[in-house]
């Protein structure tokens, strides 16, 4: 089973690229994120006629997931119990459902803005929340947690530590929060397999320079993780016209 995570930074915006996409990597599970649309605005006939369903939850012109399944799609979950609220809102960041007997969840964690900003304790509270879900609910089922997870784990996943001092992405709790799902039992299963960033602005040139940060991810339940053959990220896909500022990360198990 091919599963491939891309935060395609708006759905409608780069649609005609999301279906090459799926066709060229022959795709069975694609988790998206940063749709930027609300349900009546998806492009659902487009995945319908490529041999997708898909579900989607987006409350406005910001934040959004979605899973397009061509091996089953069940058990549709959107958010996941304890996820927190955001000013009372409950962001469209997470959607899970069951593809192919591998129980998948879509996620676009919440970017944190500033240290001492709100939305930064949001942050660490939705992913504390997360993996206390996973601690209830994984046991020996196979689950793929996977999506942009905007943080930054190691120094070496950002071109240049100094330019993110004193910024999200790279602290400590963060740090902490993202090796919290290891200290349970789940595998990041792109690190030793993926050499490259995921992610690179569209300001200054970043993606010439290769400026980027690896921030999306893959982690596995200790059941999918016994499955797993190969991970890597279709690069080539930041190039050109219309591009989305990350990249497709490609992982195959042998489910």
């Not at 300001?203 to 400026?211: I, V």
Request: aromatic share 12%; hydrophobic share 40%.
């Amino acid at each position: 089973m091919r599963i491939v995570t891309w935060n395609v930074n708006s759905i409608r915006t780069r649609i005609d690229r999301v279906i090459d996409v799926l066709k060229r990597w022959d795709i069975d599970v694609l988790a998206m994120q940063e749709l930027k649309c609300k349900p009546e605005q998806f492009p659902y006939d487009r995945f319908l006629e490529a041999g997708y369903e898909v579900e989607m939850v987006g409350l406005n012109q910001w934040n959004g997931v979605g899973i397009a399944s061509r091996v089953g799609l069940e058990n549709v979950q959107i958010g996941f119990p304890g996820q927190p609220t955001y000013e009372g809102v409950l962001e469209a960041r997470a959607l899970g459902a069951t593809c192919g007997g591998v129980d998948v969840w879509s996620l676009y964690v919440p970017n944190g803005r500033e240290l001492n900003h709100p939305h930064y304790v949001y942050k660490l509270e939705w992913l504390t929340a997360l993996r206390d879900y996973m601690v209830d609910s994984m046991g020996d089922k196979k689950v793929a947690l996977v999506g942009d997870w905007n943080v930054a784990p190691f120094d070496h996943d950002v071109w240049d530590m100094q330019a993110f001092e004193g910024a999200t992405h790279v602290s400590l709790p963060e740090r902490e929060a993202f090796r919290a799902f290891a200290e349970i039992g789940m595998t990041e299963v792109t690190r030793d397999r993926v050499d490259n960033y995921t992610y690179w602005d569209y300001q200054k040139l970043r993606f010439p320079k290769n400026e980027g940060m690896r921030i999306d991810f893959v982690y596995a339940s200790p059941a999918l993780t016994a499955t797993l053959l190969d991970a890597q990220i279709d690069r080539d896909e930041r190039k050109g016209k219309g591009a989305s500022d990350h990249v497709p990360v490609i992982v195959d198990f042998a489910v």
